[in-house]
């Protein structure tokens, strides 16, 4: 009797563990919905009304396991058509549901709905999402953590707690009249009021300290902070007050770990860092503080510095700590890190220099080691003249700023790039003739040509599948040299060189390191630099590369790839989806 009655729970303990690893191999469907709605906020003392999704600020956090697969029902309750886009996901042959407007959809308009359905191939780390349209993203961003596959450790010791840290922007006015009145003024715009931290600006702003992000540890835990840079326009220092920060991960790409007191993180850009609390109570508290890297023209970028507070936990075992115990304590010391000069561009360039792939067995970096396809682009700002019988606020009173790549400023279409390729009607739409390298080169960060006017367009680049592609982004010194992160969609590459000055084709391949880059979907063309890399072109569609400061990307520095498919059923793009939004 007693062995009759075992066999069922042995067959069933079999099955649990079958499905167990089938789960593990395939993953799991997880279904959100996204209501895009408006809600009153109220930051330094003054409310407006802000587009959210689920009327949360900042949104609602995703999470899944490598392997996972992801339907989000996107529905638009609000006057603004929307868009959305899972920043750094890769989308293999799931172009459809990359999320920037007019490159893979039509946008959302009022009313109605979309689903963005993929899976997760190969990734486990920290991304985002956030608005694609306009500058929708000022407030409609959040976390996207993707977790190791089931059983898989973290390759470095686990954390007590994992913790995500957004930064972000806050402007008083509406972004959306900012950039408009910009626009029409061919001028700059204005900058934001305040940087964030988990939508907070904190105590160093008038009218705030309600308003701080604080974060509380136990003596002599680990933590992991996912830092995410989701600000509009500013790169940002950042560093915590008394504490080193060790690297472990940025665009969810693990990293040979290394510590710092301060790092950089680019808009668009990740880092994983573990945190080392000290290991008893210290009797202080201590600011978690950022503020921008910025070469540009003073008055072109918010130049404020936020803090969150990293509190103690006084009774940290106890089981119900006293309510004065565990709140924040202002008779306490309170310390401040000191952060770079706002222009230290050689901390940012010997800080990029540290990042390496782990370029393991299990995590290997799998740079391409020859080149099918080379491509040169220059990128920085430059000037369209001013509209006849107007008067512009550009750099000068008869020009207005622009932005461009290879001469090119990138005008978006009205119609769906994706879409119209699929279709084959891509006429009128866009035209396959991107220039590999400037038409007319010159001293890229040397003395500016007299003129400085760039075309506009709407070109891709058109590479086969399976080619190995190298790209040499050149910074330009036009209108002054600045740092441009830029974001490829649909891929992650390998940053095989960087360096000041004009990239030298001749003797700066040599020094390429194609045994351990950094793997990212993000990078910062250095100010008065270039930065080389390096991919696999095996993902088919249409995928957007820009600037990740918006002020830029608006202003033309943009262009798309377009991948053909390859020859088998697995390297095709899949048809779009039955309720992909119409222009």
């Not at 626009?183 to 900058?191: F, K, S, T």
Request: aromatic share 10%; charged share 10%; with cysteine.
């Amino acid at each position: 009797m007693a062995i009759s009655s075992a066999l069922p729970c042995s067959l069933l303990v079999a099955a649990l563990m079958l499905l167990a690893s089938v789960v593990q191999v395939q993953g799991i469907t997880r279904h959100y919905d996204f209501n895009v709605t408006m809600a009153n906020v109220t930051r330094l003392c003054a409310s407006k009304s802000i587009i959210t999704v689920n009327g949360q600020f900042p949104g609602p956090k995703i999470v899944a396991r490598e392997g996972d697969r992801l339907v989000i029902r996107v529905t638009n309750h609000a006057q603004h058509n929307i868009s959305l886009h899972w920043h750094g996901i890769r989308q293999l042959r799931t172009g459809w549901a990359d999320g920037p407007a007019y490159i893979t959809q039509c946008p959302i308009q009022t009313g109605q709905s979309y689903v963005y359905n993929y899976t997760v191939v190969g990734q486990r780390g920290t991304l985002w999402w956030h608005a694609h349209i306009s500058w929708l993203r000022a407030t409609v961003y959040g976390p996207l953590v993707i977790l190791p596959k089931l059983g898989v450790p973290y390759p470095f010791p686990a954390p007590y707690k994992e913790v995500p840290v957004i930064f972000g922007e806050w402007w008083l006015a509406d972004t959306e009249v900012v950039i408009k009145q910009a626009l029409q003024l061919g001028a700059g715009p204005n900058v934001s009021d305040a940087h964030t931290i988990n939508g907070l600006p904190g105590p160093l702003y008038n009218c705030s300290a309600k308003d701080t992000y604080k974060l509380k540890v136990k003596p002599g835990k680990t933590y992991m902070l996912r830092l995410i840079n989701a600000a509009l326009n500013d790169e940002l220092f950042f560093s915590v007050a008394n504490h080193s920060l060790t690297v472990v991960e940025v665009d969810a790409v693990y990293v040979k770990p290394f510590t710092v007191d301060t790092l950089l993180i680019a808009p668009g850009q990740t880092t994983n860092v573990l945190l080392a609390a000290k290991p008893s109570y210290p009797g202080a508290n201590y600011y978690m503080s950022a503020a921008p890297y910025s070469t540009a023209r003073p008055a072109t970028f918010d130049n404020t510095t936020v803090a969150g507070i990293l509190e103690y936990e006084l009774y940290p075992d106890a089981p119900r700590p006293s309510a004065s115990a565990g709140s924040f304590n202002e008779a306490l010391p309170l310390y401040r890190p000191t952060l770079p000069q706002l222009n230290d561009t050689s901390f940012v360039g010997n800080f990029t220099a540290k990042l390496r792939s782990l370029a393991t067995p299990r995590y290997p970096a799998a740079v391409p080691r020859t080149v099918d396809r080379r491509f040169f682009f220059a990128v920085g700002l430059g000037t369209h003249p001013c509209p006849a019988n107007a008067t512009c606020q550009g750099p000068t009173n008869t020009t207005q700023f622009a932005a461009s790549v290879n001469n090119v400023s990138f005008v978006l279409p009205t119609k769906a790039l994706l879409h119209s390729h699929f279709t084959g009607l891509s006429s009128g739409v866009y035209s396959p003739d991107f220039p590999v390298a400037p038409l007319a080169p010159f001293n890229y960060t040397g003395t500016p040509p007299n003129n400085t006017n760039v075309a506009s367009g709407t070109k891709l680049m058109v590479v086969p599948y399976g080619a190995n592609v190298e790209l040499v982004m050149q910074g330009t010194s036009i209108l002054g040299v600045e740092s441009h992160p830029l974001h490829l969609h649909g891929f992650n590459f390998f940053v095989v060189g960087q360096g000041y000055g004009n990239y030298d084709p001749v003797n700066d391949p040599s020094k390429f390191n194609l045994v351990d880059p950094v793997e990212r979907n993000t990078v910062g063309v250095p100010a008065g630099g270039w930065v080389a890399i390096r991919f696999l072109a095996d993902n088919p569609g249409v995928w957007f590369m820009h600037c990740h400061l918006e002020a830029h990307t608006t202003w033309g520095l943009r262009m798309a790839w377009l991948v053909l498919d390859g020859s088998l059923p697995h390297q095709k793009l899949l048809p779009p989806p039955s309720d992909l939004p119409k222009c």
